[in-house]
């Protein structure tokens, strides 16, 4: 584990490189003049993209980790099966609520130590909301969090009025259950469906990007399916996040937690949901 100076220094850089990048990002936004192209898979990129993910990188060098971004992702697994610890980033989660003009975009900020998550950073720069997490230390969000192409927040300042989550607890006998606005896969409705069967009162949601498991953890849902594709980069940050407020992000498959650095980096199918303890 890396040591409390040490993980205070990493934080604080990661913060402020998500605050720098939504900058960049909302400069693009503001100004309409997206450059859209089409990336290898099909998916959309922007030159919001292309200038959050190179803001990023600038200001993740001084801590002499590795970086894997969903922008820069070709690195061979050779090189990369050595890495014990690195930064996992997507400059823009939800690219396509960001052409659609949503506000449902983030800015995903990982440190991966061992194959797990132990710093998640996702900021919300429309929304000026952060939600940040390190491991055994609690998930937290702060709002008003302006973007600032020269941040230099410290760590007394970025913790200062934040707020520990999960901040409501759904209950109620209400079930929430919180999907992809734009990527529903017919499994995924299938799962919704059964849910539907074994419980009388269920709301469904539909949010884009990171958001969706933030919204676990500030307790606004219960459950979040996702049996589509999804990368490392989409979830790594936003996992920590879940985790450090009381849930769990685990294969469909296996049940198991989901891990980083794979050689084939897409993820297994996941659930998000509350950690059931048992009391016996």
């Not at 952060?130 to 008003?144: C, D, L, P, Q, T």
């Not at 933030?214 to 980069?233: Q, S």
């Amino acid at each position: 584990m890396l040591k409390d100076e040490s993980m205070k220094m990493l934080f604080t850089t990661a913060v402020n490189a998500a605050i720098r990048a939504g900058a960049k990002i909302m400069e693009v936004y503001e100004s309409g003049d997206f450059h859209i192209k089409a990336k290898s898979d099909l998916t959309p990129l922007t030159i919001a993209d292309t200038l959050a993910h190179d803001e990023i990188k600038r200001t993740l060098n001084i801590t002499r980790i590795p970086v894997i971004s969903e922008e820069g992702r070709s690195i061979a697994y050779d090189e990369r099966i050595s890495w014990d610890l690195f930064w996992m980033v997507d400059p823009l989660d939800g690219t396509d609520e960001f052409i659609n003009r949503t506000s449902d975009f983030t800015v995903n900020i990982a440190l991966i130590q061992n194959g797990y998550p132990v710093i998640g950073i996702v900021y919300a720069p429309a929304y000026k909301r952060i939600y940040f997490a390190v491991k055994e230390r609690g998930a937290y969000r702060k709002s008003n969090m302006e973007t600032d192409i020269n941040a230099k927040f410290s760590y007394e300042e970025i913790l200062e009025n934040s707020a520990k989550l999960p901040l409501f607890n759904t209950g109620n006998g209400k079930l929430i259950v919180v999907t992809s606005r734009l990527h529903i896969s017919p499994e995924t409705s299938e799962y919704v469906n059964e849910l539907r069967k074994k419980h009388s009162d269920i709301t469904v949601i539909r949010r884009g990007s990171s958001l969706k498991m933030c919204m676990l953890a500030v307790g606004k849902a219960d459950i979040y399916p996702r049996f589509d594709t999804t990368w490392e980069w989409d979830t790594a940050a936003s996992q920590i996040i879940a985790e450090e407020a009381g849930f769990s992000v685990c294969s469909v498959e296996n049940e198991t937690r989901l891990s980083y650095n794979k050689e084939n980096m897409q993820n297994p199918w996941f659930v998000c949901q509350k950690v059931i303890k048992d009391i016996n």
